[in-house]
């Protein structure tokens, strides 16, 4: 963790692809996402809302879903959507860093995650990235 707390103080000095370049290959952010699920079996409820992380890669703009385990929930879990591109809309756009906000709907292969939360990381990251475009 100590690399991560020198890349932070670098990207805050500007200086990130200057001092280190290899760091920007470790650049990872990491938003908090739900999705919710139907449930046809119970008559006890209509869905079940399923806590995710969506990962997005800036070295080569790819996006991971995975789903967090919890233990004896008789659900599979895991991994939802490996590591790739992901198209945006049927007009051959991909999804881009600066697509991802906090309050927002993704859909991922007609799956809707709603994005509420991002880690601390990624909040600089974005802050960083956006001041220096």
Same mark, same amino acid.
């Given at each position: 963790m100590w690399w991560m707390c020198a890349c932070v103080r670098m @990207?805050? @000095?500007? &200086?990130? #692809?200057?001092? &280190?370049?290899f760091l920007c290959v470790l650049q990872v952010l990491q938003f908090d +996402? /739900?999705?919710k699920q139907t449930v046809h079996e119970s008559p006890n409820e /209509? /869905?079940?809302i399923r806590n995710v992380k969506v990962y997005y890669y800036l070295e080569d703009d790819s996006i991971s879903v995975v789903e967090p385990p919890v233990e004896n929930s008789?659900?599979?879990q895991g991994k #939802?959507?490996?590591r790739q591109r992901l198209p945006? &809309?049927?007009m051959g756009d991909w999804w881009h860093w600066k697509d991802f906000n906090l309050g927002i709907n993704v859909t991922f292969y007609g799956k809707v995650f709603h994005v509420y939360n991002c880690n601390q990381w990624t +909040?600089?990251? +974005? #802050?960083? #990235?956006l001041c220096n475009i």
């Open positions: @990207c805050l @000095c500007g &200086n990130l #692809l200057k001092q &280190n370049p +996402a /739900y999705f /209509y /869905y079940r008789g659900i599979p #939802l959507i490996k945006k &809309n049927d +909040a600089v990251s +974005a #802050l960083w #990235l």
